[in-house]
């Protein structure tokens, strides 16, 4: 005996597939997900290239902090301390630069991360970040150090 996996419908029909009714339920219920995923989704990219920023101007300050005890002054540019364009891993999102004064008493430095691109328009939160010799975090945005370090 033959066994089949047809289903059969109350009225003794047989009933292959989906309804019109049924599909367009599931395709209401993936576009409300949708809607609520993606903005989500698109704040976390922006805080996660934010943070790699952060995380790259400290490390820039720590060559930098090492650079002043061997040489007696702060580096006047990233190549001093060895970045290139094509190794500042941020380079894709973000403008790194460094300004020192060492005429200044004490000699200072700040670093200063600035959002290019599609992260420009996306974080006008935060905007460009900073940090300098005395480890005095910055933004340029409208929101608050604290929310954006």
């Known amino acids: ?21 049924e599909l367009m339920i599931v395709v209401a219920i993936i576009g409300i997900l949708a809607a609520i995923a993606i903005p989500y989704y ?17 490390s820039v300050t720590s060559k930098q902090q090492q650079y002043m005890l061997d040489a007696r002054a702060y580096a006047t540019d990233m190549a001093t301390l060895g970045y290139t364009s094509s190794n500042i891993p941020v380079a894709k999102n973000y403008n790194v630069t460094l300004t ?7 000699p200072t430095y700040s670093v200063t ?18 940090l300098d010799q005395a480890g005095t975090k910055g933004i340029t945005g409208t929101g608050t150090v604290a929310d954006c370090w």
């Not at 066994?3 to 009225?11: E, I």
């Not at 006008?124 to 900073?130: A, E």
Request: include cysteine.
């Open 113 to 130: 991360a600035a959002p290019t691109g599609t992260q420009a328009t996306r974080d006008t939160k935060c905007g460009s970040v900073s």
């Open 1 to 21: 005996m033959h066994k089949t996996n047809r289903v059969f419908a109350a009225q003794g029909r047989m009933q292959q597939g989906f309804t019109l009714v």
């Open 100 to 106: 020192a004064d060492n005429a200044a008493t004490p």
């Open 42 to 58: 698109g704040n976390y990219v922006v805080k996660s290239n934010r943070a790699a920023a952060e995380g790259f101007i400290t």
